[in-house]
């Protein structure tokens, strides 16, 4: 499933996307999905918990995928 997010300012952290999209409860459970390499960056997994991530790029977890535009 889809779904769009606007990003406030030039990026947003991984961790705080997956928190701020309800993809996650918590920061402890953002960083332990992204360890794990549950979470894919444009296709690719990204394990960096702080990743910058800018409108035009996607994040999938979890049979979900957040496009990220710009706000």
Do not use: C, W
Not at 23 to 40: D, Q, T
Not at 45 to 67: H, M, N
């Amino acid at each position: 499933m889809n779904q769009g997010f606007a990003v406030r300012g030039e990026y947003i952290q991984l961790d705080q996307l997956l928190k701020a999209t309800g993809l996650v409860e918590s920061g402890g459970a953002a960083h332990a999905a992204i360890a794990e390499g549950r979470v894919r960056v444009d296709g690719t997994v990204d394990t960096r918990k702080r990743a910058k991530l800018r409108p035009g790029q996607y994040v999938e977890f979890e049979g979900q995928r957040i496009e990220l535009s710009a706000e």
